[in-house]
Structures are given as structure tokens and as C-alpha cells.
């Protein structure tokens, strides 16, 4: 395994995020907004989203566990970590690293949809479409990918490569070492 084809360069990372940063403040100007960050891939572009967002805001966190492969998850979710606090009522925004079969984000919305928020949004800033096993609304997409599996900016393999300033694709070699 070693690091492949770069997807998107760290310039156009920022660049978007500045971008959503500004959609996103418009959307919720004069409210006040509760990001949820999904553990741990969206840490890296929530903490840079966060920063291009005017309007006020908090910040929890989620982590889930999906049954299945390193790299295809079954629907089946397992919270590991919940929110601190209820979102009744609360302007909520979800903000996921990639959605790939969308299984995830459709297990997690159906949970936070059940604590009755006054809106509930996401955020990811990439998806898979070709992947895509369950109809989603993605309010806001940062880009859309290939069928390869992503790493860098949050993106694990192995919990490796998250610290990469870029998403890359992974490069599956049989040629030996890299
Ligand atoms: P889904 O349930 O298939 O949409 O995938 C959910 C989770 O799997 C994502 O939130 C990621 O954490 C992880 N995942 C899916 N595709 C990739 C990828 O290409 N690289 C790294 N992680 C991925
Ligand atoms: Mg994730």
C-alpha cells in the first residue's frame, strides 16, 4: 500500500472550505448553529470549516462503528461515543469526512432525527456517487470522487495517512515493496 494519484491538492481544500464556510454562515445567519464532527476523519476539515464559519457555533463530537471490512461498511452502527448534551431544538449540522454507501450518515440521521432538532443538515466534504447504496440529502458536498478509497486530510487506511495536506488515492500494489 503506499500513497497514489493526488484528488485534490491542499490549495483546492481550502479554497472549498472557504467557499462552504461562506454558504453555510449564509444559510444560518441569525441563528446559531451546533456542528456535529464525526470521529475521527472529519476533525481535520471540521477544525478548518469551523474557522470560515461567521455566524456562532458549537462543536460536539460522534463516534461510530460500522460492522463489516476495512473498507466497506454494512449498516450495521455501533455508537462508541455520544454527544454530550441534547439537540432538541438546536440548528444542527453533521459534518462528515466522505460518504461513500451512505449507510453511516443514513443510520446517523436516523438517530439524531429522533432527539428532535429544529433542523438537521450535512456537510461532507467528499462522497463516492458511484457507491452511493441509499438515497441521501447531502445538503452541502465538498467534492465529488472516483470509486477509489481516499486518504489524507482526516482520511485513514489503517488509521494511517490522516496527516497527508492532501486526499490522495491509495494505491493497492502487488509489485512488491513499495
Ligand atoms: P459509508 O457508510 O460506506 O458511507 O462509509 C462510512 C465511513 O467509512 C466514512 O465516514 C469513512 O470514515 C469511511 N470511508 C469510506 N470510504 C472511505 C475512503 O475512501 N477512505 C477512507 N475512509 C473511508
Ligand atoms: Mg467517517
Redesign the pocket.
Known amino acids: 500500500m503506499r500513497i497514489g494519484k493526488i484528488l485534490v491538492q491542499p490549495d483546492d481544500l481550502a479554497h472549498r472550505v472557504q467557499e462552504l464556510g461562506r454558504e453555510i454562515s449564509a444559510e444560518y445567519e441569525g441563528r446559531e448553529l451546533f456542528l456535529i464532527g464525526?470521529l475521527k476523519?472529519?476533525v481535520f476539515f471540521l477544525s478548518d470549516l469551523m474557522r470560515e464559519i461567521d455566524v456562532p457555533c458549537q462543536v460536539d463530537f460522534m463516534a461510530v462503528a460500522?460492522y463489516g471490512s476495512s473498507?466497506?461498511?454494512s449498516?450495521v452502527?455501533r455508537i462508541l461515543k455520544d454527544l454530550d448534551a441534547p439537540i432538541d431544538g438546536r440548528d444542527v449540522l453533521i459534518v462528515?469526512?466522505?460518504?461513500?454507501?451512505?449507510?453511516?450518515?443514513?443510520y446517523l440521521l436516523k438517530t439524531l432525527k429522533a432527539r428532535n432538532p429544529a433542523t438537521l443538515e450535512v456537510c461532507a466534504l467528499?462522497t463516492?456517487p458511484e457507491?452511493?447504496?441509499v438515497d441521501l440529502p447531502i445538503r452541502w458536498t465538498g467534492f465529488e470522487?472516483p470509486n477509489?478509497?481516499?486518504?489524507g486530510y482526516g482520511?485513514?487506511?489503517a488509521e494511517r495517512y490522516r496527516n497527508l495536506p492532501y486526499v490522495a488515492a491509495?494505491e493497492v500494489s502487488d509489485a512488491g515493496p513499495a
Request: no cysteine; proline share 0%; hydrophobic share 40%.
Open positions: 464525526v476523519g472529519a460500522s473498507t466497506d461498511s449498516g452502527v462528515e469526512d466522505i460518504v461513500d454507501s451512505g449507510l453511516t450518515l443514513n467528499l463516492k457507491r452511493r447504496k470522487i477509489r478509497f481516499a486518504i482520511l485513514d487506511h491509495l
